[in-house]
Every structure is written in structure tokens, then in C-alpha cells.
């Protein structure tokens, strides 16, 4: 008889989660160098990220804490990769 294991979620965790739905609505990237996360500074996909942590929360989470999870992740990303040479 085959046994299978049950396969564990691709994501462990809330902040995980939290950057994988703001990669799925454009609201962050990756630097294609060092693999630092950028805020794209664009507010529509903001909310597109905001939408879906309000509707597809994980499993055990209340939208409002997916919410606040997508919030803080936008707050701990800056703008441009710190090992990136500025171009003052």
C-alpha cells in the first residue's frame, strides 16, 4: 500500500504569506541583483494586496490581522535595494 505524508503549506508563515500576495498584486519586487524586496510605490496595487488579505486571509488568521501583516511588510520594505549604487 503507497503512504503518503500530508504535504506542508509552501508558506509557513503570516509574513511570508504577506509577501507572497504583495509579489501576486505588483505592490513589490525583487532587486533582479542582490534579491532585496522594492516597494513599487504603487498605490493600486496596494489596495489589490489589501483586497485580497481582506478576502483570503489564511487559514487561522482574521482578515483583520492578514491586513495588518501586509501593512507591516509594506512598512519594513523600502524603495531601492541597499546594495544597489545610489545614483546621486
Not at 30 to 52: S, T
Amino acid at each position: 500500500m503507497l503512504m503518503t505524508k500530508e504535504r506542508r503549506p509552501a508558506i509557513r508563515t503570516l509574513r511570508g504569506w504577506a509577501i507572497s500576495v504583495l509579489q501576486e498584486a505588483g505592490a513589490i519586487r525583487e532587486c533582479g541583483e542582490h534579491g532585496w524586496m522594492q516597494d513599487r510605490a504603487d498605490p493600486h496595487a496596494r489596495e489589490r494586496a489589501f483586497d485580497i488579505a481582506r478576502q483570503d486571509s489564511p487559514i487561522g488568521f482574521s482578515p483583520e490581522e492578514a491586513v495588518a501583516e501586509v501593512r507591516d511588510v509594506l512598512d519594513s520594505i523600502g524603495d531601492s535595494c541597499p546594495e544597489c549604487p545610489s545614483d546621486d
